[in-house]
């Protein structure tokens, strides 16, 4: 068993397992801030992952990372807004992010290299990024986790590495919440996705020209991502029991099958060449029961997971990180605020999921008006009533309704505790 590797440090600030958005996030803000952070990740960048499409409220970590002018460079399509066709009279209606905050447009991308990207950029500020790097195991001495041993692809044996704290950010993975937490799923979230990619699409025309489209159907619905000038990635999600019970079609029959029945999407369609097989994954949502333990804690997909239908992952992953980078930094100098300070994020992180996961759950109700999911927007994040029911939907949709909790907690109150001097007999 060898500790070092590559003249690397035997003992790091913070050990993050995982180099995907909420990993290299954290730890590329961590390293900012001059601590001195390890990553492990398990494939070799850039890789392929689904989930291109990207909603405004990841744009704040991108700008804390220094990263908003170099996306802008590799010539990511600028997403503005959706298009939907979704509600009772499948009569498409549109929404535009100008409408819910400061950033008025997000991206498409291809995620191998929007995630190589903020992977690279961890490794500029500062942070040790090895890759293929498969975790085994935590350390633990006297119950708190203080390291993890971790193998390397191709080579015999395995190594060690120490840190005051271990960041869990390896998505449904889940290596540290595996062991140390319990799960709950979301039942009424119980679906599949199948998609694939297409050129020489259609657009959509005017000012929706790169929205997201969303279409959906009696048992189901699509997106249709329009990546680049040339490629649009496409993908039908369905409940488990539709795609399973007493259905003698395989996933991509169905997909076949259901695009058939689109509107929308079969106009987009009508002289496109699919460009790539099909791929297919489970989308279950679900939360881990605990967020944090003694010496760890869970960022991004790790922590909870929800329906991709608002395209939500990316930019939940990348602020928590945003948030856990601030709070960690915290802890290292006062490590006595631990529990209390990594409550509190575990609080406000939460509080955005269910959010947005009570949202989806009921939007999924195609039975409903535009004007029913405005007024639900508004019931979950604001009812006081301060915006118009239309800028809640765009805020709620723009994950910018939860960026006030995750971007502003304080820890003021537990520093001063734990740095005021003891008085000699109390």
Request: aromatic share 12%; charged share 25%; glycine share 10%.
């Amino acid at each position: 068993m060898s500790s070092t590797l590559y003249g690397f440090p035997d003992d790091f600030d913070v050990i993050v397992i995982g180099g995907g958005p909420a990993g290299a996030t954290t730890a590329g803000l961590l390293a900012q801030r001059g601590r001195r952070v390890l990553v492990l990740d398990r494939e070799r960048f850039p890789r392929y992952h689904v989930g291109e499409s990207l909603i405004p409220a990841f744009m704040k970590p991108m700008e804390e990372l220094g990263l908003l002018d170099r996306m802008e460079q590799m010539g990511f399509e600028r997403k503005y807004g959706g298009t939907l066709v979704w509600g009772n009279n499948q009569v498409p209606w549109n929404f535009s992010f100008n409408k819910g905050g400061s950033y008025e447009y997000s991206y498409h991308t291809r995620r191998a290299d929007l995630d190589a990207m903020i992977l690279d950029r961890a490794r500029e500020l500062g942070a040790f990024v090895v890759e293929e790097a498969t975790v085994k195991e935590p350390i633990e001495e006297d119950g708190r986790v203080v390291g993890i041993r971790y193998a390397l692809r191709g080579l015999e044996g395995t190594h060690e590495a120490r840190a005051s704290l271990v960041i869990d950010a390896s998505g449904q993975a889940r290596v540290l919440g595996r062991k140390f937490s319990d799960i709950s799923w979301h039942d009424q979230l119980r679906n599949v996705a199948v998609w694939t990619y297409f050129d020489n699409c259609h657009r959509l025309p005017g000012d929706e020209w790169s929205n997201i489209l969303i279409e959906g159907l009696q048992d189901g619905w699509f997106w249709a991502i329009p990546i680049d000038k040339s490629v649009t990635s496409v993908g039908y999600v369905t409940r488990s029991e539709t795609a399973a019970g007493g259905n003698d079609k395989s996933l991509e029959e169905l997909f076949v099958a259901q695009q058939a029945r689109t509107t929308k999407l079969k106009g987009l369609l009508s002289d496109a060449h699919q460009t790539a097989g099909f791929r297919t994954a489970r989308d279950w949502s679900y939360t881990n029961e605990r967020f944090y333990g003694n010496g760890w804690v869970l960022v991004g997909d790790a922590a909870a997971f929800v329906d991709p239908l608002f395209s939500t992952g990316v930019a939940l992953a990348t602020m928590a990180g945003s948030a856990l980078s601030k709070i960690v930094d915290k802890i290292i100098e006062y490590p006595e605020i631990e529990e209390k300070a990594l409550d509190r994020y575990a609080t406000a992180y939460r509080e955005f999921f269910d959010d947005i996961r009570k949202f989806v759950e009921q939007f999924y109700d195609r039975s409903k008006t535009k004007g029913f999911y405005f007024t639900l927007a508004q019931e979950i994040t604001d009812p006081e009533k301060e915006n118009e029911a239309s800028v809640d939907f765009v805020k709620l949709i723009s994950g910018l309704s939860g960026r006030h909790a995750l971007f502003n907690l304080n820890f003021d109150d537990l520093i001063a505790d734990a740095t005021r001097p003891s008085i000699a007999g109390n």
